[in-house]
């Protein structure tokens, strides 16, 4: 199963992610420091980075970005709608960009993105969060067949609310989106607590997960790894 780290980044630094409530986020450390001991403590070298300035509009972290990118395969959220943005990121060495549902504008900004980027379906709550009011609210199965499109080959299905809580992922969209669309990769974010919870994603059809606290937090070390590759 793969297993993505995330770093989330807000004026410089890496955050702690509380539920999505952003006010909460508190820091975590400089983010080359924790790229490094990713990749040299646990052997992962791919990373889901959310730029949380970019996000809302305040700015961005594009030169930590770049460095990210210069030590592990980088998938980035940074609020993007539009290609030139993308264009952007994809030149600071980022493998993929993620279009997250929170920032779409309207399911027409997802055609002027693919292939090169990769949908993230954002919930809370298991709602549809989005700027699109023909997506907001929707519940998860429902944004994904409005959203599905021929170039659609991957998708993270993120719930906010489950995010640095303790409270495990929500595994129900994630077993009947699979079972609606086969073909889509599926990654999982929110609430993965341990190995277990990895386990439970894996048999609801996930490809992987992106996991934070529970790698931070060593619960989620090599050896629970390599039992789940």
Not at 68 to 81: F, H, K, N, P
Not at 107 to 126: F, M
Not at 170 to 185: Q, S, T
């Amino acid at each position: 199963m793969r297993v993505v780290p995330v770093i989330d980044l807000q004026n410089g630094t890496a955050v702690h992610a509380v539920r999505g409530e952003r006010e909460r986020y508190r820091p975590r450390g400089e983010p080359l420091v924790i790229a490094r001991w990713i990749r040299d403590t646990l052997g992962l070298d791919e990373l889901y980075v959310a730029d949380l300035d970019a996000i809302e509009g305040r700015g961005d972290n594009h030169a930590v970005i770049r460095a990210l990118a210069s030590e592990a395969r980088v998938m980035v959220d940074a609020g993007i709608t539009e290609p030139e943005r993308a264009r952007a990121l994809l030149e600071l060495g980022v493998e993929r960009v993620i279009v997250g549902t929170e920032t779409l504008v309207d399911a027409g900004a997802l055609d002027r993105l693919l292939p090169e980027a990769t949908l993230s379906l954002d919930l809370r709550h298991g709602r549809t969060l989005s700027r699109d009011p023909q997506l907001a609210g929707l519940g998860a199965l429902d944004a994904v067949a409005r959203l599905q499109r021929p170039g659609l080959r991957d998708l993270i299905v993120l719930d906010l609310a489950r995010v640095g809580s303790g409270a495990g992922p929500d595994v129900g969209p994630v077993a009947r989106i699979h079972a609606a669309f086969p073909d889509l990769e599926l990654l999982a974010g929110g609430g993965v607590r341990d190995a277990g919870d990895l386990r439970s994603l894996r048999a609801a059809g996930a490809a992987g997960a992106l996991v934070s606290t529970a790698l931070h937090g060593g619960v989620i070390g090599r050896r629970e790894l390599a039992e789940l590759r």
